[in-house]
């Protein structure tokens, strides 16, 4: 951890520069760090000893703040080759790959042998394999874009403006353009009717709340930074939308573009999260329930189950009606996943207390899908009673140490037919040591590899603030808004069968009873006469054969209720009022884009974390620069956009590296014009 201090230091003369502003100052146990001529952070550790926490702090030098290799290796007295290895470790592995000592051969991830070799060879199987994957899917999946007529084009109107609020909105369209192929993939299916989704941009980036709300921008400065010289008013925006939806192919185009996103490297491939995001609805037609967590009750709507990678960008999503569950999804989302990738190459499914079960573990295990969830109804007595010292792993995960013991939690599942299957998962406590909070998880390998290190840092990132992407992506994006859509019938028109939930409560009422008796037979004993026989009449002899009667009623039950439906379909009963459900396609063409701005938000953040250090402030940085005001250029050649410079001078720097790099990537619009973005001077 880095100790921010004020502080000025008088020895000045030592002070040694690794590039891009950066300086170093070394003494006997502690190295300064400033940048600009203002001070950073100290980090106490002596330079002259190669530990694993110098090696972290030279590899962090240039990771986060792109000082110079060369520099580097000449300040620290280190080779090049030795820190090219230093920094491909950390990269793989993170502070376990920095390890390199006799102390710890228990940490699976600490490479052995000549690391330069060892990298080499990584990097050449990791080539292949992603020629391989360009080959079956980006060529096949990437859709040729249809020619648009100039005026149909993005940014086809030259125009100057000196003023415009929405100028930092265009940092997101480079993004879009040039990381996620966003004119291709538009264009390719809907052709000149993609501008809907230029407004859906707008809307996601600046958070409006609905299609009605676009009433209160500016219509000349925010059309114009959409590309469409001027927004139009509602009903020509609801007559575009309209005229969008009618080609229902947004389900396509998520297949697809979902696939070819994977494809790229755009998304994590390691560890998969999912989780359900409740779109409730309120009006008078008759829907399927879905059941609020935060509620704590079941109200009619559907619910968006998505998708994520380790770092929040949305792999994929799903909107399905109420009575739908996370368990059913996850079992769709492998089987639908599995053939674009290897045999050990899927990714691992990780998901909360909802998908915890004995048979739903086994499905999974069936199907070798490797998984890592929460595990449910811990014995809480048991883990607290556990000892710290009896923890013999240790990880650190968002500046907090964690401690975890692993061992096994056996299953034994019976199916349909009564046979019984027995299988064991990875059982793992863990320990915060700040606060003391415990809990555990559970973790099946499938055909992957996966550590310790990997199932515990899998299980902590569905913990407190890193549960799920809705959490932040609900405070910066309309996650819930719905725009126009159509009731269909449902396909499912069934009910729980009525008899079964009247037997469910008889069977739990005699349960009950059969349960007080046990209670009450407890506190007597057998009478005995006279000749040694039990006598008849007494009091535990009638409670003895209640109990009797009370068992046999129960088995009935149950053999009555097991030879019954679990749901029947009422759509043929007289007077029956249909369940309804929603067409969606409105709801995906506005998710799709909202996913897209998410993750071009998650590159964003990381590209602008290469200016700048002061990573509790990052995000707000980066929304600073999206909401700036700025001017607004537009001839043949070129769209340009000048933001105003942010006061705070840190600040104001990595604004304009960052407008520097995005201009660099060189996105393009349909018609070939550069995408350009600049800060004032």
Same mark, same amino acid.
């Given at each position: 951890?880095?100790?921010?201090?004020?502080?000025?230091?008088?020895?000045?003369?030592?002070?040694?520069?690794?590039?891009?502003?950066?300086?170093?100052?070394?003494?006997?146990?502690?190295?300064?760090?400033?940048?600009?001529?203002?001070?950073?952070?100290?980090?106490?550790?002596?330079?002259?000893?190669?530990?694993?926490?110098?090696?972290?702090?030279?590899?962090?030098?240039?990771?986060?703040?792109?000082?110079?290799?060369?520099?580097?290796?000449?300040?620290?007295?280190?080779?090049?080759?030795?820190?090219?290895?230093?920094?491909?470790?950390?990269?793989?592995?993170?502070?376990?790959?920095?390890?390199?000592?006799?102390?710890?051969?228990?940490?699976?991830?600490?490479?052995?042998?000549?690391?330069?070799?060892?990298?080499?060879?990584?990097?050449?199987?990791?080539?292949?394999?992603?020629?391989?994957?360009?080959?079956?899917?980006?060529?096949?999946?990437?859709?040729?874009?249809?020619?648009?007529?100039?005026?149909?084009?993005?940014?086809?109107?030259?125009?100057?403006?000196?003023?415009?609020?929405?100028?930092?909105?265009?940092?997101?369209?480079?993004?879009?353009?040039?990381?996620?192929?966003?004119?291709?993939?538009?264009?390719?299916?809907?052709?000149?009717?993609?501008?809907?989704?230029?407004?859906?941009?707008?809307?996601?980036?600046?958070?409006?709340?609905?299609?009605?709300?676009?009433?209160?921008?500016?219509?000349?400065?925010?059309?114009?930074?959409?590309?469409?010289?001027?927004?139009?008013?509602?009903?020509?925006?609801?007559?575009?939308?309209?005229?969008?939806?009618?080609?229902?192919?947004?389900?396509?185009?998520?297949?697809?573009?979902?696939?070819?996103?994977?494809?790229?490297?755009?998304?994590?491939?390691?560890?998969?999260?999912?989780?359900?995001?409740?779109?409730?609805?309120?009006?008078?037609?008759?829907?399927?329930?879905?059941?609020?967590?935060?509620?704590?009750?079941?109200?009619?709507?559907?619910?968006?189950?998505?998708?994520?990678?380790?770092?929040?960008?949305?792999?994929?999503?799903?909107?399905?009606?109420?009575?739908?569950?996370?368990?059913?999804?996850?079992?769709?989302?492998?089987?639908?996943?599995?053939?674009?990738?290897?045999?050990?190459?899927?990714?691992?499914?990780?998901?909360?207390?909802?998908?915890?079960?004995?048979?739903?573990?086994?499905?999974?295990?069936?199907?070798?899908?490797?998984?890592?969830?929460?595990?449910?109804?811990?014995?809480?007595?048991?883990?607290?009673?556990?000892?710290?010292?009896?923890?013999?792993?240790?990880?650190?995960?968002?500046?907090?140490?964690?401690?975890?013991?692993?061992?096994?939690?056996?299953?034994?599942?019976?199916?349909?037919?009564?046979?019984?299957?027995?299988?064991?998962?990875?059982?793992?406590?863990?320990?915060?040591?700040?606060?003391?909070?415990?809990?555990?998880?559970?973790?099946?390998?499938?055909?992957?590899?996966?550590?310790?290190?990997?199932?515990?840092?899998?299980?902590?990132?569905?913990?407190?603030?890193?549960?799920?992407?809705?959490?932040?992506?609900?405070?910066?994006?309309?996650?819930?808004?719905?725009?126009?859509?159509?009731?269909?019938?449902?396909?499912?028109?069934?009910?729980?069968?009525?008899?079964?939930?009247?037997?469910?409560?008889?069977?739990?009422?005699?349960?009950?009873?059969?349960?007080?008796?046990?209670?009450?037979?407890?506190?007597?004993?057998?009478? #005995?006469?006279?000749? &040694? /026989?039990? %006598?008849? *009449?007494? @009091?535990?002899? =009638?409670?003895?054969? $209640?109990?009797?009667?009370?068992?046999?009623?129960?088995?009935?039950?149950?053999?009555?209720?097991?030879?019954?439906?679990?749901?029947?379909?009422?759509?043929?009963?007289?007077?029956?009022?249909?369940?309804?459900?929603?067409?969606?396609?409105?709801?995906?063409?506005?998710?799709?884009?909202?996913?897209?701005?998410?993750?071009?938000?998650?590159?964003?953040?990381?590209?602008?974390?290469?200016?700048?250090?002061?990573?509790?402030?990052?995000?707000?940085?980066?929304?600073?620069? #999206?909401?700036?005001? &700025? /001017?607004? %250029?537009? *001839?043949? @050649?070129?769209? =340009?956009?000048?933001? $105003?410079?942010?006061?705070?001078?840190?600040?104001?720097?990595?604004?304009?590296?960052?407008?520097?790099?995005?201009?660099?990537?060189?996105?393009?619009?349909?018609?070939?014009?550069?995408?350009?973005?600049?800060?004032?001077?």
């Amino acid at each position: 951890m880095t100790e921010i201090i004020t502080q000025n230091t008088e020895d000045t003369n030592n002070m040694m520069p690794v590039g891009k502003g950066i300086v170093v100052l070394k003494l006997n146990n502690q190295v300064q760090v400033w940048r600009n001529g203002g001070f950073l952070f100290v980090r106490e550790l002596d330079p002259r000893e190669i530990t694993p926490e110098f090696r972290l702090f030279v590899v962090e030098l240039n990771v986060l703040y792109n000082a110079q290799k060369t520099k580097l290796a000449s300040v620290f007295s280190l080779s090049r080759q030795t820190l090219d290895n230093w920094i491909k470790s950390y990269n793989l592995y993170g502070l376990p790959g920095l390890i390199n000592s006799t102390k710890n051969q228990g940490n699976t991830n600490r490479t052995k042998g000549n690391k330069a070799k060892f990298h080499e060879s990584a990097k050449r199987i990791e080539k292949l394999n992603s020629q391989d994957t360009q080959m079956s899917l980006d060529d096949s999946l990437l859709p040729e874009s249809q020619k648009l007529e100039e005026q149909e084009q993005a940014y086809a109107t030259a125009l100057e403006q000196s003023s415009n609020r929405y100028a930092g909105v265009f940092a997101i369209f480079i993004l879009l353009v040039s990381e996620f192929k966003w004119f291709k993939w538009l264009t390719a299916f809907y052709g000149p009717l993609y501008k809907i989704f230029q407004i859906f941009v707008l809307m996601c980036a600046k958070n409006i709340g609905s299609i009605e709300q676009l009433k209160n921008v500016n219509l000349k400065e925010a059309g114009a930074i959409i590309g469409l010289t001027r927004l139009p008013s509602l009903p020509v925006i609801w007559d575009m939308f309209y005229q969008t939806a009618k080609n229902c192919l947004s389900k396509t185009m998520l297949n697809y573009y979902f696939a070819w996103q994977v494809s790229i490297g755009a998304i994590g491939r390691r560890f998969w999260f999912t989780d359900g995001h409740v779109l409730p609805y309120t009006g008078k037609e008759k829907m399927h329930d879905i059941y609020n967590t935060k509620k704590r009750q079941p109200e009619p709507g559907c619910v968006n189950f998505v998708t994520c990678d380790v770092k929040g960008k949305v792999a994929d999503f799903e909107i399905k009606e109420g009575g739908s569950n996370l368990r059913d999804h996850i079992v769709g989302l492998h089987d639908k996943w599995k053939n674009y990738f290897s045999v050990g190459g899927s990714p691992v499914h990780v998901f909360d207390r909802e998908g915890d079960g004995c048979e739903f573990f086994y499905r999974l295990i069936s199907r070798e899908c490797p998984f890592v969830t929460w595990e449910k109804n811990t014995d809480k007595t048991k883990l607290a009673n556990l000892l710290e010292s009896g923890f013999p792993g240790e990880i650190l995960v968002n500046n907090t140490k964690y401690l975890y013991l692993e061992n096994q939690k056996k299953f034994t599942y019976q199916d349909e037919e009564g046979e019984k299957h027995r299988f064991a998962l990875r059982r793992f406590y863990i320990i915060n040591t700040s606060t003391q909070k415990r809990t555990s998880g559970l973790a099946y390998n499938g055909n992957t590899q996966l550590t310790q290190q990997d199932c515990v840092y899998a299980i902590l990132n569905r913990w407190g603030a890193s549960e799920n992407t809705f959490k932040h992506m609900g405070n910066r994006q309309p996650i819930s808004y719905r725009p126009g859509f159509n009731l269909l019938s449902s396909k499912n028109q069934s009910i729980t069968n009525p008899k079964v939930k009247e037997l469910k409560k008889t069977i739990k009422t005699t349960e009950h009873k059969y349960q007080k008796k046990c209670k009450e037979l407890a506190q007597y004993d057998k009478n #005995i006469n006279a000749s &040694g /026989k039990t %006598r008849s *009449n007494d @009091k535990y002899t =009638k409670l003895k054969s $209640e109990l009797e009667v009370l068992k046999t009623t129960i088995d009935d039950l149950k053999r009555e209720k097991s030879v019954l439906p679990e749901r029947v379909d009422i759509s043929d009963l007289r007077g029956y009022k249909n369940y309804k459900t929603h067409d969606n396609e409105g709801k995906n063409m506005f998710d799709f884009a909202s996913s897209l701005v998410w993750n071009a938000r998650k590159t964003g953040v990381e590209i602008l974390g290469q200016y700048y250090p002061f990573k509790n402030d990052l995000v707000d940085l980066f929304y600073a620069i #999206i909401h700036c005001h &700025g /001017k607004l %250029r537009i *001839n043949e @050649k070129e769209i =340009k956009v000048i933001l $105003e410079p942010l006061e705070q001078r840190s600040r104001r720097a990595a604004q304009i590296d960052f407008c520097r790099r995005l201009t660099g990537l060189g996105a393009k619009t349909q018609g070939g014009k550069r995408m350009i973005i600049q800060v004032e001077d």
